[in-house]
C-alpha cells in the first residue's frame, strides 16, 4: 500500500510540473509600460493568395514568449517570441529631443521565432535614447 502511495504522488507531482511548464510557456510578449501594442489587422489577415504564391500556413502551436538561456548571445541569455499568430507593431517615442526620423525595427529569426529583445525593443531602446522613433514589428 505504501509503495500505491508513493506511486500515486510521483504522477500526481509529474502532472503538477507538466501543467506547470504548459502554463509558463503560454506567456505572450507584451511591450513595456509607456508602449502600446496595436494589431496590423483587426479581423483575418489577408492571404494574398494567387497561383504562383502558395499562402503561408498559420503555426500549428499557439504563440508563446521564452527565454533561451543556453546559447547565450554576448554572454546573456535572450527572449524570444514562438509560433507568432497575432501580429502586432509597437511605437516607441523618442526620449526628449525628437530628430523626425523613424526606423522600422524587424526582429530577426523568422518564421519560428523573433528575437524580440536582443534585436527588437533593446534596438528601439538604444534608437530612442538617439531621438529616433521606432517601430517594432511581430
Known amino acids: 500500500m505504501k509503495?500505491?502511495?508513493f506511486v500515486l504522488c510521483v504522477v500526481a507531482l509529474g502532472v503538477a510540473f507538466a501543467c506547470g511548464g504548459a502554463r509558463a510557456q503560454t506567456a505572450v510578449w507584451q511591450p513595456s509600460p509607456g508602449h502600446t501594442q496595436v494589431p496590423i489587422?483587426?479581423?483575418a489577415v489577408p492571404d494574398g493568395q494567387s497561383d504562383a504564391q502558395?499562402?503561408?500556413?498559420p503555426p500549428a502551436k499557439p504563440e508563446y514568449m521564452a527565454t533561451e538561456k543556453d546559447e547565450l548571445?554576448?554572454?546573456k541569455s535572450w527572449m524570444y517570441v514562438a509560433n507568432v499568430?497575432?501580429?502586432t507593431m509597437t511605437v516607441y517615442s523618442p526620449e526628449g529631443k525628437n530628430t523626425g526620423a523613424a526606423?522600422?525595427?524587424f526582429p530577426g529569426g523568422g518564421y519560428q521565432i523573433l528575437a524580440i529583445d536582443l534585436e527588437g525593443t533593446e534596438v528601439c531602446d538604444w534608437l530612442t535614447s538617439k531621438?529616433?522613433?521606432c517601430v517594432l514589428l511581430k
Open 73 to 75: 548571445v554576448a554572454g
Open 41 to 43: 489587422w483587426l479581423g
Open 85 to 87: 499568430t497575432q501580429r
Open 103 to 105: 526606423v522600422v525595427v
Open 3 to 5: 509503495r500505491l502511495n
Open 54 to 57: 502558395p499562402v503561408a500556413q
Open 131 to 133: 531621438g529616433i522613433t
